[in-house]
């Protein structure tokens, strides 16, 4: 199982530039999380899909932030245009939607917007 | 859900058991407790859970008291790997939020 896989793991972009971060689930999972980290909040959800249908939105910080999941095996979360603010490490999780299980986290994209 | 607290840091020596320690004094019924810790520079990992029973897998233990207001992991042989902050989370069956607090920074010492 080659668990939760996230690209870039690094990206650096100027202010106002389009940004596409991409996550791959785990085979089988239904539920896929997408997570921000900075020092000063810690861990946020942004957003939160199950069967590939968003569920809960109400993490994503304004109208610039979008996430897709167009199939089980594929999500993105795409920040246009990107300000300074956004800089953090941005974590993909996701979770076999059973009760109590537990959410497996992609090694995340640490964004730079300068 | 409950809120935790967690003591901000601890360190242990290379080889001893780590205790690291959880209160959860306003846990309801039907809410289990969680583990993740994260390692520098990688996404949480996923330790543990359990509800009121203790708990053990291959990569450590849950130790919930009786009242469920407080639990302890332990990790019985700690290695310089085992270095990182100790997530201990309350989160309800039916609810998909975990929430975060600041965590356990652990060092493992040589």
């Known amino acids: 199982d080659a668990g939760v896989i996230q690209s870039p793991r690094h990206e650096v972009t100027e202010m106002g530039q389009e940004v596409t971060l991409r996550c791959k689930p785990i085979?089988?999972?239904?539920?896929l999380f997408w997570y921000r980290q900075t020092m000063m909040r810690g861990l946020e959800l942004l957003i939160y899909f199950n069967n590939n249908v968003p569920i809960d939105d109400s993490g994503m910080p304004e109208d610039r932030f979008s996430a897709k999941m167009p199939n089980a095996s594929f999500s993105t979360l795409k920040i246009q245009p990107s300000e300074p603010r956004d800089s953090a490490v941005y974590f993909c999780a996701s979770s076999s939607g059973q009760p109590n299980s537990p959410l497996h986290f992609g090694n995340g994209t640490r964004l730079t917007v300068t | 859900d409950a809120k935790t607290t967690q003591p901000p840091s601890m360190d242990c020596a290379e080889g001893r058991a780590a205790n690291l320690p959880c209160n959860h004094s306003t846990i309801s019924g039907n809410e289990y407790v969680y583990w993740y810790r994260q390692i520098h520079s990688q996404g949480p990992q996923y330790i543990i859970h359990g509800l009121k029973n203790n708990e053990t897998n291959e990569m450590a233990s849950l130790i919930i008291t009786e009242d469920r207001k407080s639990s302890t992991l332990i990790l019985p042989h700690a290695t310089l790997r085992d270095t990182a902050v100790y997530y201990c989370i309350v989160r309800a069956n039916s609810n998909y939020q975990l929430i975060w607090g600041a965590g356990t920074k652990l060092i493992i010492k040589p």
């Open positions: 085979s089988g999972h239904n539920s």
